[in-house]
């Protein structure tokens, strides 16, 4: 069974930075892809970022390329979104999840999933 803890999250002003970090363990990672989710008051969960456990490959939504950086750490089985410049529309709950191989945004493509991290970011 795979558990995966968030943790980061936090009020902050427009244009501050937050690193959030997602803790994994229970099984082996390699194959697999760690992803990172949010989902907004009212609004569907919607794709952040994602990173393959093996090499370098990420993806990024649209809306965050460019301010977040996805990383991990293999020996500590964690996975970081560093996330800078935020904006309001920013703010949700954000969760980390994974998925096989070929999942990038389509959250059915994740099989476990986080209790998620808030960030709110005020104007």
């Known amino acids: 069974q795979v558990m995966l803890v968030e943790s980061g999250g936090g009020l902050v002003q427009a244009g501050a930075s937050l690193r959030l970090s997602c803790a994994a363990s229970?099984?082996?990672?390699?194959?697999?892809?760690l992803g990172w989710f949010r989902q907004a008051p009212g609004k569907e969960r919607e794709f952040v970022s994602a990173?393959?456990?093996?090499?370098?490959?990420?993806y990024y939504a649209a809306s965050v390329k460019g301010r977040f950086t996805i990383s991990r750490d293999n020996r500590m089985n964690t996975v970081y979104l560093q996330m800078d410049s935020l904006k309001p529309e920013d703010t949700a709950v954000y969760y980390c999840a994974t998925g096989g191989l070929g999942a990038v945004e389509n959250p059915y493509d994740y099989d476990s999933w986080g209790q998620g991290t808030q960030v709110t970011v005020s104007s």
């Open positions: 990173i393959r456990w093996s090499g370098s490959r990420s």
């Open positions: 229970g099984r082996t990672f390699s194959g697999t892809t």
